[in-house]
């Protein structure tokens, strides 16, 4: 009987993955809303957002970490903790935005993403956080499926602007507890 191992590692991104991350980046973004997005707006922000230079000045921001997963040799995907203003409607004060979570599709159901998570509700822990906020746009509901299984809740919207399209994105937020864990 033939069994199938996936390794995985999670390491913190370093200045030298800024174009892993910006090519990683495009690609997933643009995979994920192409056909819902016009393809000159997608591809104008995608370039924009996810270009080498963008993603060296994030890697070195204060507050910032990248954490990258690989399996069996390839990148998986990747997660963004930012400790950035809160909107209006997270009234935690000691809340840390993730950012992104991405992951290329060939890798989802795998357990990644919930890895990947984890990782960064053990991070916000470290930095004496005690919860995490996200914004997802309201038209992926894969997305919002995972974070409501983690215990995301509903608490805003926002707009968001990609290219000359105005979406809705949904504000998500879930208090930290010291037995986190991905079991």
């Keep these: 009987m033939a069994s199938s191992f996936m390794a995985l590692e999670i390491r913190v991104a370093e200045a030298s993955d ?57 990148t998986a995907g990747y997660a963004k903790l930012s400790e950035s203003i809160s909107p209006s409607c997270i009234t935690d004060a000691q809340a840390i935005e993730l950012e992104r979570l991405y992951l290329h599709g060939k890798w989802q159901g795998r357990g990644i993403a919930k890895a990947l998570l984890y990782t960064c509700f053990a991070e916000a822990r470290h930095r004496v956080r005690s919860g995490i906020w996200l914004d997802v746009w309201d038209q992926n509901t894969r997305a919002q499926e ?24 949904l504000l998500m937020y879930r208090e930290l507890e010291n037995k986190d864990s991905p079991g």
């Design 18 to 74: 800024a174009a892993l991350l910006a090519e990683f980046g495009r690609r997933t973004f643009i995979d994920a809303f192409a056909g819902q997005i016009s393809h000159g707006d997608l591809t104008a922000f995608a370039d924009k957002r996810f270009g080498v230079r963008q993603q060296s000045a994030e890697l070195a921001e204060p507050g910032t970490v990248f954490f990258v997963a690989s399996s069996d040799g390839q």
């Design 146 to 169: 995972f974070y409501r299984r983690h215990t995301f809740e509903l608490v805003g919207e926002r707009p968001y602007v990609v290219g000359n399209e105005t979406q809705r994105h």
